[in-house]
């Protein structure tokens, strides 16, 4: 019992810290160079492309519809997956409450009463907060799809802008908050998944988040600095 509690309130919150710690220097770095993230450079794209898009163009209307479609999809279907798998997580965590005599080992932490609506607490929340983060950039997007096909001068350039940047930062914290949430459903499996979980997410976002480029070779990809 003694192992298994250490387990629960070392490795999870060490989890916790590394996932959180890595978002932390993401947005430090996307402040400060945001030509090292893909984040920074579409970003930097996306102010090109709306401020160079003709208001009221059909042609340019329609592209601007296609566009956005994309982005719309995806966090649509962000939206639905969370609350899918908070329904389900639901379900799941009462058979692994029913079932927690079958596991017996240490390796799979503590099977506490308290422990267990940890577990779904602390998971059902992120899916809560992903589910709340994608409904706003819906919004926010849809509203900048209309103000881009709209007409008037005053549409352009500043407030059109912040929309659609609002609209792509929430879509991305939904996202992420969804994949920090993955970590914290395998806890029902044990606190030592959590932390594998957490290194593996960890590197494949890096690898997903910072820019590489490719010396002479060709052979190894290295950091933008």
Known sequence: MGVAFYLDTIVVPLSLFITVGYHAYLCHTIKNKPSRTTYGISKHRRTDWSLNLNQGDASKAMLTVQ???????????????????NLGLAALTNNTYNASH?????????????????????????????FMFSSMAIGYLIDANFLMN???????????????????????????????????ML??????????????????????????????????CTTVK
């Open 67 to 85: 566009s956005l479609r994309n982005t719309l999809m995806s966090t649509i279907l962000t939206a639905t997956i969370t609350i899918l798998v």
């Open 187 to 220: 806890w029902m499996l044990g606190p030592v998944l959590v932390l594998l979980a957490s290194l593996v997410l960890v590197f494949v976002l890096h690898e997903f988040d910072f820019v590489c480029k490719f010396p002479d070779n060709n052979k190894h």
């Open 102 to 130: 079958l596991f017996s080992s240490e390796f799979f932490g503590s099977k506490s009463d308290k422990i267990f609506v940890l577990k779904y607490g602390s998971a059902s929340i992120c899916l809560v907060m992903s």
């Open 150 to 184: 709209a007409y008037g001068e005053f549409l352009s350039g500043g407030y059109t802008q912040t929309i659609l940047e609002r609209g792509f930062t929430l879509a991305l914290v939904g996202n992420r908050v969804l994949c920090v949430a993955v970590p914290l």
